[in-house]
Protein backbone atom coordinates (compact mmCIF):
# COMPACT_ATOMS: atom_id res chain seq x y z
CA UNK A 1 0.00 0.00 0.00
CA UNK A 2 0.91 3.71 -0.59
CA UNK A 3 2.13 5.22 2.07
CA UNK A 4 3.72 9.54 1.90
CA UNK A 5 6.64 11.00 3.46
CA UNK A 6 4.91 14.52 4.23
CA UNK A 7 8.29 15.55 6.46
CA UNK A 8 9.82 18.73 5.10
CA UNK A 9 6.48 19.84 3.37
CA UNK A 10 5.11 23.04 3.84
CA UNK A 11 1.70 24.50 4.85
CA UNK A 12 -1.35 22.43 6.56
CA UNK A 13 -0.91 18.81 7.15
CA UNK A 14 -3.79 18.61 5.16
CA UNK A 15 -2.81 20.18 2.04
CA UNK A 16 0.85 18.39 2.40
CA UNK A 17 -1.08 15.42 2.21
CA UNK A 18 -3.17 16.26 -0.78
CA UNK A 19 0.27 17.68 -2.56
CA UNK A 20 2.01 14.32 -1.89
CA UNK A 21 -0.65 12.45 -3.66
CA UNK A 22 -0.83 14.37 -6.55
CA UNK A 23 3.02 14.28 -6.87
CA UNK A 24 2.45 10.09 -6.31
CA UNK A 25 0.18 10.93 -9.98
CA UNK A 26 2.51 13.14 -11.47
CA UNK A 27 5.64 10.51 -10.97
CA UNK A 28 3.14 7.78 -11.58
CA UNK A 29 4.42 6.32 -8.23
CA UNK A 30 0.16 6.19 -8.29
CA UNK A 31 -1.44 4.82 -11.43
CA UNK A 32 -4.90 5.07 -12.31
CA UNK A 33 -7.18 2.91 -10.48
CA UNK A 34 -4.62 2.44 -7.63
CA UNK A 35 -6.66 1.84 -4.53
CA UNK A 36 -5.45 4.49 -1.82
CA UNK A 37 -5.26 3.30 2.01
CA UNK A 38 -8.41 3.85 4.08
CA UNK A 39 -8.90 7.08 5.66
CA UNK A 40 -8.42 5.63 8.74
CA UNK A 41 -5.46 3.33 8.52
CA UNK A 42 -3.08 6.47 6.55
CA UNK A 43 -4.17 8.54 9.58
CA UNK A 44 -2.90 5.83 12.08
CA UNK A 45 0.19 5.25 10.30
CA UNK A 46 0.91 9.04 9.70
CA UNK A 47 -0.30 9.45 13.31
CA UNK A 48 -2.84 12.35 11.71
CA UNK A 49 -6.12 12.65 12.84
CA UNK A 50 -8.93 11.16 10.71
CA UNK A 51 -10.54 14.73 9.80
CA UNK A 52 -7.24 15.92 8.34
CA UNK A 53 -6.65 12.57 6.27
CA UNK A 54 -10.15 13.25 5.21
CA UNK A 55 -9.53 16.61 4.56
CA UNK A 56 -6.64 15.64 2.46
CA UNK A 57 -8.81 13.05 0.14
CA UNK A 58 -11.13 15.42 -0.35
CA UNK A 59 -9.11 18.26 -1.51
CA UNK A 60 -7.34 15.91 -3.66
CA UNK A 61 -10.50 14.98 -5.07
CA UNK A 62 -11.44 18.18 -5.93
CA UNK A 63 -8.59 18.75 -7.96
CA UNK A 64 -9.29 15.75 -9.95
CA UNK A 65 -6.74 13.14 -8.73
CA UNK A 66 -8.70 10.81 -6.57
CA UNK A 67 -12.77 9.40 -6.99
CA UNK A 68 -14.29 7.70 -3.86
CA UNK A 69 -16.84 4.40 -4.64
CA UNK A 70 -19.25 3.78 -1.99
CA UNK A 71 -18.12 0.66 -0.30
CA UNK A 72 -15.33 -0.18 -2.23
CA UNK A 73 -12.41 2.70 -0.99
CA UNK A 74 -10.95 5.75 -2.73
CA UNK A 75 -9.19 4.99 -6.20
CA UNK A 76 -7.06 7.24 -8.37
CA UNK A 77 -9.03 8.47 -11.36
CA UNK A 78 -8.98 7.00 -14.63
CA UNK A 79 -9.30 10.09 -16.95
CA UNK A 80 -9.00 13.72 -15.98
CA UNK A 81 -6.01 13.37 -13.63
CA UNK A 82 -3.32 15.63 -14.28
CA UNK A 83 0.19 15.97 -13.33
CA UNK A 84 1.12 18.59 -10.65
CA UNK A 85 2.85 21.25 -12.89
CA UNK A 86 -0.74 21.45 -14.76
CA UNK A 87 -2.55 21.82 -11.48
CA UNK A 88 -4.12 25.44 -11.55
CA UNK A 89 -3.16 27.90 -8.61
CA UNK A 90 -4.89 27.25 -5.30
CA UNK A 91 -7.16 30.02 -4.18
CA UNK A 92 -8.69 28.51 -1.37
CA UNK A 93 -8.12 30.90 1.66
CA UNK A 94 -6.66 29.23 4.57
CA UNK A 95 -8.61 27.70 8.03
CA UNK A 96 -5.68 27.60 10.01
CA UNK A 97 -2.61 30.30 10.91
CA UNK A 98 -3.05 34.39 11.16
CA UNK A 99 -6.43 35.62 10.99
CA UNK A 100 -6.36 37.95 7.97
CA UNK A 101 -7.74 41.42 8.41
CA UNK A 102 -5.60 43.33 5.59
CA UNK A 103 -6.59 42.09 2.31
CA UNK A 104 -10.19 44.02 1.28
CA UNK A 105 -11.40 40.12 -0.80
CA UNK A 106 -14.96 39.87 -0.74
CA UNK A 107 -17.09 36.52 0.65
CA UNK A 108 -15.50 33.65 -0.92
CA UNK A 109 -19.29 33.17 -2.07
CA UNK A 110 -21.36 30.35 -3.40
CA UNK A 111 -20.98 30.35 -6.71
CA UNK A 112 -19.52 27.02 -7.56
CA UNK A 113 -22.97 25.45 -8.60
CA UNK A 114 -23.85 28.34 -10.82
CA UNK A 115 -20.08 28.09 -12.28
CA UNK A 116 -20.45 24.06 -12.79
CA UNK A 117 -23.92 24.25 -14.41
CA UNK A 118 -22.40 27.22 -16.83
CA UNK A 119 -19.40 25.49 -17.78
CA UNK A 120 -21.40 22.18 -18.66
CA UNK A 121 -23.72 24.43 -21.00
CA UNK A 122 -21.25 25.84 -22.67
CA UNK A 123 -19.89 22.19 -23.15
CA UNK A 124 -22.53 21.52 -25.24
CA UNK A 125 -21.90 24.79 -27.77
CA UNK A 126 -21.15 24.41 -31.20
CA UNK A 127 -18.86 26.76 -31.01
CA UNK A 128 -17.00 26.16 -27.99
CA UNK A 129 -13.68 26.33 -29.77
CA UNK A 130 -14.18 30.32 -30.50
CA UNK A 131 -13.36 31.14 -26.67
CA UNK A 132 -9.87 30.29 -27.86
CA UNK A 133 -9.42 32.53 -30.45
CA UNK A 134 -7.68 35.67 -30.22
CA UNK A 135 -10.21 38.03 -30.98
CA UNK A 136 -14.59 37.52 -31.28
CA UNK A 137 -15.90 39.97 -33.11
CA UNK A 138 -19.89 39.12 -32.27
CA UNK A 139 -19.09 38.68 -28.43
CA UNK A 140 -17.34 42.13 -26.98
CA UNK A 141 -20.62 43.90 -27.79
CA UNK A 142 -22.76 41.69 -25.98
CA UNK A 143 -20.26 41.57 -23.47
CA UNK A 144 -20.68 45.60 -23.14
CA UNK A 145 -24.31 45.52 -23.51
CA UNK A 146 -24.32 43.28 -20.41
CA UNK A 147 -21.98 45.40 -18.92
CA UNK A 148 -24.12 48.41 -19.63
CA UNK A 149 -27.03 46.30 -18.30
CA UNK A 150 -25.46 45.60 -14.87
CA UNK A 151 -24.12 49.08 -14.17
CA UNK A 152 -28.15 50.34 -15.32
CA UNK A 153 -29.30 49.03 -12.04
CA UNK A 154 -27.53 52.22 -10.31
CA UNK A 155 -29.50 54.81 -12.74
CA UNK A 156 -25.98 55.63 -14.59
CA UNK A 157 -26.30 58.08 -17.71
CA UNK A 158 -25.96 56.04 -21.25
CA UNK A 159 -26.51 59.01 -23.84
CA UNK A 160 -23.38 59.57 -25.50
CA UNK A 161 -21.53 57.39 -23.14
CA UNK A 162 -19.17 53.99 -23.74
CA UNK A 163 -18.33 50.82 -22.44
CA UNK A 164 -14.88 49.07 -22.45
CA UNK A 165 -14.31 45.17 -20.90
CA UNK A 166 -11.30 45.20 -18.87
CA UNK A 167 -9.75 43.15 -16.17
CA UNK A 168 -11.10 43.92 -13.31
CA UNK A 169 -10.88 47.39 -11.88
CA UNK A 170 -7.25 47.62 -10.99
CA UNK A 171 -7.04 46.72 -14.47
CA UNK A 172 -9.52 49.62 -15.56
CA UNK A 173 -7.74 52.34 -12.81
CA UNK A 174 -4.90 51.52 -14.75
CA UNK A 175 -6.18 52.16 -17.88
CA UNK A 176 -7.85 55.76 -17.15
CA UNK A 177 -4.47 56.60 -15.88
CA UNK A 178 -2.53 55.78 -18.97
CA UNK A 179 -4.99 57.40 -21.39
CA UNK A 180 -6.04 60.08 -19.33
CA UNK A 181 -2.17 61.26 -18.10
CA UNK A 182 1.34 61.71 -19.10
CA UNK A 183 4.71 61.46 -16.62
CA UNK A 184 4.98 64.31 -14.72
CA UNK A 185 1.30 65.14 -14.33
CA UNK A 186 -0.49 65.58 -11.12
CA UNK A 187 -3.12 63.40 -10.21
CA UNK A 188 -5.77 64.44 -7.40
CA UNK A 189 -6.45 62.06 -4.70
CA UNK A 190 -8.44 62.05 -1.66
CA UNK A 191 -5.99 62.42 1.19
CA UNK A 192 -6.58 58.55 1.99
CA UNK A 193 -6.94 56.28 -1.07
CA UNK A 194 -6.50 52.61 -2.56
CA UNK A 195 -3.05 51.77 -1.65
CA UNK A 196 -2.03 50.72 -5.55
CA UNK A 197 -2.29 53.75 -6.76
CA UNK A 198 0.55 55.12 -5.19
CA UNK A 199 2.47 52.62 -6.67
CA UNK A 200 0.77 53.07 -10.16
CA UNK A 201 1.54 56.64 -9.96
CA UNK A 202 5.36 55.87 -8.94
CA UNK A 203 5.34 53.81 -11.87
CA UNK A 204 3.90 55.86 -14.14
CA UNK A 205 6.10 59.47 -13.27
CA UNK A 206 2.77 61.07 -11.66
CA UNK A 207 2.67 63.45 -8.86
CA UNK A 208 -0.18 62.44 -6.23
CA UNK A 209 -1.97 65.67 -4.48
CA UNK A 210 -3.88 64.65 -1.44
CA UNK A 211 -7.44 66.30 -1.16
CA UNK A 212 -8.68 67.09 2.46
CA UNK A 213 -11.31 65.09 3.63
CA UNK A 214 -14.41 65.24 6.31
CA UNK A 215 -16.59 63.05 7.54
CA UNK A 216 -18.41 63.47 4.26
CA UNK A 217 -15.53 62.65 2.06
CA UNK A 218 -13.83 64.47 -0.34
CA UNK A 219 -13.92 68.64 0.71
CA UNK A 220 -15.52 70.54 -2.44
CA UNK A 221 -13.54 73.59 -1.22
CA UNK A 222 -10.60 71.44 -0.73
CA UNK A 223 -10.84 70.10 -4.40
CA UNK A 224 -11.27 73.53 -5.68
CA UNK A 225 -8.33 75.04 -4.12
CA UNK A 226 -6.56 71.95 -5.09
CA UNK A 227 -7.32 72.88 -8.61
CA UNK A 228 -6.51 76.56 -8.53
CA UNK A 229 -3.10 75.34 -7.17
CA UNK A 230 -1.70 73.00 -9.23
CA UNK A 231 -4.06 73.24 -12.61
CA UNK A 232 -4.49 69.09 -12.25
CA UNK A 233 -7.14 67.86 -14.87
CA UNK A 234 -7.67 64.67 -13.97
CA UNK A 235 -9.42 63.10 -10.26
CA UNK A 236 -9.73 59.69 -8.60
CA UNK A 237 -11.90 59.27 -5.68
CA UNK A 238 -14.21 56.38 -4.37
CA UNK A 239 -17.38 58.14 -3.17
CA UNK A 240 -19.09 54.93 -2.19
CA UNK A 241 -18.02 52.79 0.61
CA UNK A 242 -14.52 54.82 0.28
CA UNK A 243 -11.65 52.65 1.25
CA UNK A 244 -10.06 52.77 3.99
CA UNK A 245 -12.48 54.63 6.05
CA UNK A 246 -15.89 52.73 4.39
CA UNK A 247 -17.36 56.57 4.10
CA UNK A 248 -20.21 56.99 1.49
CA UNK A 249 -21.13 60.49 -0.07
CA UNK A 250 -24.45 62.25 0.26
CA UNK A 251 -25.89 63.05 -2.98
CA UNK A 252 -25.53 66.45 -1.75
CA UNK A 253 -21.76 66.31 -1.24
CA UNK A 254 -21.61 64.70 -4.74
CA UNK A 255 -23.49 67.57 -6.14
CA UNK A 256 -20.77 69.81 -4.43
CA UNK A 257 -18.00 67.91 -6.02
CA UNK A 258 -19.68 67.62 -9.61
CA UNK A 259 -19.99 71.36 -9.54
CA UNK A 260 -16.18 72.22 -8.87
CA UNK A 261 -15.59 69.02 -11.39
CA UNK A 262 -17.57 70.83 -14.59
CA UNK A 263 -16.13 74.34 -13.09
CA UNK A 264 -12.37 73.44 -13.19
CA UNK A 265 -12.70 71.07 -16.37
CA UNK A 266 -11.61 67.86 -14.44
CA UNK A 267 -12.07 63.98 -15.51
CA UNK A 268 -12.85 62.36 -12.65
CA UNK A 269 -12.07 58.62 -12.42
CA UNK A 270 -15.13 57.19 -10.17
CA UNK A 271 -14.21 53.92 -8.74
CA UNK A 272 -17.63 52.37 -7.22
CA UNK A 273 -15.78 48.55 -6.94
CA UNK A 274 -18.23 48.55 -4.05
CA UNK A 275 -21.03 50.44 -5.44
CA UNK A 276 -23.64 47.15 -5.65
CA UNK A 277 -22.71 46.15 -2.14
CA UNK A 278 -25.68 49.10 -0.50
CA UNK A 279 -29.08 47.96 -0.76
CA UNK A 280 -29.69 51.78 -1.19
CA UNK A 281 -26.86 54.17 -1.89
CA UNK A 282 -26.50 58.07 -3.65
CA UNK A 283 -26.38 58.11 -7.61
CA UNK A 284 -22.89 57.71 -8.89
CA UNK A 285 -20.85 61.14 -9.37
CA UNK A 286 -20.72 60.37 -13.19
CA UNK A 287 -24.88 61.30 -12.75
CA UNK A 288 -24.18 64.47 -11.96
CA UNK A 289 -21.28 65.53 -14.69
CA UNK A 290 -21.62 63.04 -16.54
CA UNK A 291 -19.48 64.77 -19.82
CA UNK A 292 -16.10 64.18 -17.37
CA UNK A 293 -16.68 61.17 -15.61
CA UNK A 294 -14.78 57.72 -16.54
CA UNK A 295 -16.67 55.66 -14.17
CA UNK A 296 -15.05 52.11 -12.90
CA UNK A 297 -16.51 49.01 -11.91
CA UNK A 298 -16.02 45.23 -11.85
CA UNK A 299 -18.15 41.48 -10.61
CA UNK A 300 -15.20 40.42 -8.29
CA UNK A 301 -16.35 42.48 -5.61
CA UNK A 302 -19.68 42.29 -6.36
CA UNK A 303 -20.37 38.79 -7.15
CA UNK A 304 -17.25 36.32 -6.89
CA UNK A 305 -13.66 37.45 -6.37
CA UNK A 306 -12.04 35.54 -9.14
CA UNK A 307 -13.96 37.06 -11.61
CA UNK A 308 -11.64 39.11 -12.87
CA UNK A 309 -14.04 41.28 -15.72
CA UNK A 310 -14.52 45.13 -14.46
CA UNK A 311 -16.29 47.71 -16.90
CA UNK A 312 -15.53 51.71 -18.23
CA UNK A 313 -17.79 53.86 -18.64
CA UNK A 314 -16.93 57.23 -20.21
CA UNK A 315 -18.01 59.94 -22.47
CA UNK A 316 -17.53 59.68 -25.98
CA UNK A 317 -14.66 61.83 -26.34
CA UNK A 318 -12.31 59.47 -24.53
CA UNK A 319 -12.92 56.21 -26.11
CA UNK A 320 -9.80 56.51 -28.24
CA UNK A 321 -7.88 56.91 -25.51
CA UNK A 322 -9.63 54.34 -23.30
CA UNK A 323 -9.43 51.45 -26.21
CA UNK A 324 -5.66 52.06 -27.11
CA UNK A 325 -4.63 51.99 -23.43
CA UNK A 326 -6.75 48.79 -23.01
CA UNK A 327 -5.16 47.24 -26.77
CA UNK A 328 -1.30 48.35 -25.26
CA UNK A 329 -2.16 46.66 -21.65
CA UNK A 330 -3.72 43.49 -22.19
CA UNK A 331 -5.62 43.97 -25.76
CA UNK A 332 -8.88 42.25 -24.78
CA UNK A 333 -10.51 40.52 -21.29
CA UNK A 334 -10.36 36.66 -21.45
CA UNK A 335 -13.50 35.70 -23.67
CA UNK A 336 -14.95 32.65 -21.60
CA UNK A 337 -14.57 34.55 -18.39
CA UNK A 338 -16.66 37.34 -19.72
CA UNK A 339 -19.19 35.12 -21.22
CA UNK A 340 -19.18 33.53 -17.78
CA UNK A 341 -20.20 36.97 -16.38
CA UNK A 342 -22.38 37.89 -18.95
CA UNK A 343 -24.19 34.93 -19.10
CA UNK A 344 -25.10 35.47 -15.01
CA UNK A 345 -26.03 39.06 -15.92
CA UNK A 346 -28.61 38.35 -18.23
CA UNK A 347 -30.02 35.01 -16.47
CA UNK A 348 -29.95 36.80 -12.92
CA UNK A 349 -27.53 34.73 -11.07
CA UNK A 350 -25.44 38.24 -10.53
CA UNK A 351 -28.14 39.44 -8.77
CA UNK A 352 -28.37 36.66 -6.91
CA UNK A 353 -24.96 36.40 -5.80
CA UNK A 354 -24.59 39.67 -5.32
CA UNK A 355 -27.49 39.54 -2.57
CA UNK A 356 -25.46 37.22 -0.64
CA UNK A 357 -22.25 39.02 -0.73
CA UNK A 358 -24.46 41.74 0.80
CA UNK A 359 -26.29 39.21 3.34
CA UNK A 360 -22.56 38.13 4.38
CA UNK A 361 -21.28 41.72 4.69
CA UNK A 362 -24.31 42.63 6.70
CA UNK A 363 -23.24 39.82 8.87
CA UNK A 364 -20.00 40.02 9.70
CA UNK A 365 -21.04 43.81 10.30
CA UNK A 366 -22.86 42.84 12.88
CA UNK A 367 -20.27 40.45 14.11
CA UNK A 368 -18.23 43.66 14.69
CA UNK A 369 -20.38 46.01 15.99
CA UNK A 370 -21.26 43.45 18.98
CA UNK A 371 -17.36 42.45 19.80
CA UNK A 372 -16.26 45.75 19.38
CA UNK A 373 -19.29 47.57 20.83
CA UNK A 374 -18.80 51.53 21.21
CA UNK A 375 -14.91 51.19 19.93
CA UNK A 376 -16.48 51.32 16.57
CA UNK A 377 -17.80 54.22 15.07
CA UNK A 378 -21.01 54.44 13.39
CA UNK A 379 -21.00 54.46 9.42
CA UNK A 380 -22.03 52.49 6.48
CA UNK A 381 -22.84 48.58 7.17
CA UNK A 382 -22.98 47.74 3.17
CA UNK A 383 -19.15 46.98 2.87
CA UNK A 384 -16.49 44.58 3.49
CA UNK A 385 -14.54 46.82 5.71
CA UNK A 386 -14.22 48.93 8.92
CA UNK A 387 -12.22 52.21 10.20
CA UNK A 388 -11.33 51.94 13.57
CA UNK A 389 -9.89 55.26 15.33
CA UNK A 390 -7.19 54.04 17.92
CA UNK A 391 -7.05 55.48 21.61
CA UNK A 392 -3.93 58.20 21.84
CA UNK A 393 -2.14 55.88 23.68
CA UNK A 394 -1.27 53.35 20.60
CA UNK A 395 0.68 54.00 17.09
CA UNK A 396 -1.36 52.63 14.51
CA UNK A 397 1.63 50.66 13.42
CA UNK A 398 2.35 49.52 16.98
CA UNK A 399 -0.50 48.15 17.20
CA UNK A 400 -0.71 45.99 13.86
CA UNK A 401 3.04 44.63 14.99
CA UNK A 402 1.12 43.96 18.30
CA UNK A 403 -2.00 42.42 16.55
CA UNK A 404 0.44 40.28 14.62
CA UNK A 405 2.18 38.84 17.71
CA UNK A 406 -1.15 37.90 18.63
CA UNK A 407 -2.08 36.09 15.25
CA UNK A 408 -4.28 38.98 13.33
CA UNK A 409 -2.72 40.86 10.35
CA UNK A 410 -4.67 44.29 9.84
CA UNK A 411 -3.56 47.55 8.19
CA UNK A 412 -2.51 50.51 9.21
CA UNK A 413 -3.69 54.02 8.24
CA UNK A 414 -0.12 55.54 6.92
CA UNK A 415 -0.67 52.28 3.94
CA UNK A 416 -3.66 54.62 2.81
CA UNK A 417 -2.28 57.96 3.27
CA UNK A 418 -0.92 60.48 0.57
CA UNK A 419 1.78 63.61 1.29
CA UNK A 420 3.99 64.36 3.68
CA UNK A 421 0.90 65.31 6.60
CA UNK A 422 0.47 62.61 9.32
CA UNK A 423 -1.61 59.58 8.86
CA UNK A 424 -4.81 59.72 11.50
CA UNK A 425 -4.65 57.12 14.27
CA UNK A 426 -5.84 54.54 13.41
CA UNK A 427 -6.51 51.08 11.16
CA UNK A 428 -8.51 49.47 8.36
CA UNK A 429 -10.21 45.77 9.71
CA UNK A 430 -11.31 44.01 6.54
CA UNK A 431 -14.25 41.31 7.75
CA UNK A 432 -14.62 39.06 4.43
CA UNK A 433 -11.47 37.64 3.27
CA UNK A 434 -11.96 35.12 5.88
CA UNK A 435 -13.80 32.12 5.06
CA UNK A 436 -15.18 31.38 9.18
CA UNK A 437 -16.80 33.58 10.41
CA UNK A 438 -15.42 31.67 13.92
CA UNK A 439 -12.72 33.14 12.86
CA UNK A 440 -13.54 36.83 12.29
CA UNK A 441 -15.02 36.35 15.75
CA UNK A 442 -12.09 35.31 17.16
CA UNK A 443 -9.84 38.50 15.60
CA UNK A 444 -11.95 40.77 16.15
CA UNK A 445 -12.28 39.49 19.84
CA UNK A 446 -7.95 39.94 19.94
CA UNK A 447 -8.53 43.73 18.33
CA UNK A 448 -11.01 45.37 21.27
CA UNK A 449 -8.68 43.19 23.57
CA UNK A 450 -5.95 45.46 22.34
CA UNK A 451 -7.62 48.49 22.19
CA UNK A 452 -8.54 48.56 25.66
CA UNK A 453 -4.69 47.43 26.67
CA UNK A 454 -1.70 49.41 26.93
CA UNK A 455 1.34 49.05 24.02
CA UNK A 456 3.70 46.72 25.29
CA UNK A 457 6.34 49.42 26.33
CA UNK A 458 3.92 51.72 28.28
CA UNK A 459 5.31 50.24 31.69
CA UNK A 460 9.17 51.34 31.07
CA UNK A 461 10.20 54.29 32.98
CA UNK A 462 13.52 55.91 31.39
Request: overall charge neutral; charged content about 25%; hydrophobic content about 40%.
Amino acid sequence: MWSPVLNGRKGPAYLALADAIAEGVSTGVLRPRDRLPTQRSLAYELRLSLNTVSRAYAEATRRGFLEGEVGRGTFVRVTGWQPVEAQPARMARPLSGPIDFSLNLPFAGNAEAALAQTLESLSHSPVLSSYLHHDRNDDPRRHMDAGARWMGRLKLPDAGRSVILCNGAQHGLLVALLALLRPGDVLLVEALTYAPVKSMARHLGLSLRPVAMDDEGLKPEALDDACASTRAKVLYCLPTLHTPTAITMSEARRREIAHVVEKRGLTVIEDDVFGFLPVERPPPLACFAPHHAVFLTSVSKSIAPGLRVGYLQFPDRLRGALQAATNMSTWMSPPLMSEIVSRWIIDGTAERLNAEQRNEARARHDMARQVLGPRLPGGDRSGFHVWLPLPDRWDPDAFCAAARRRGVEVQPASVFAVGDGAAPNAIRLCLSHETSRDRVRQGLAIIADLFDGAPEDSSLIV
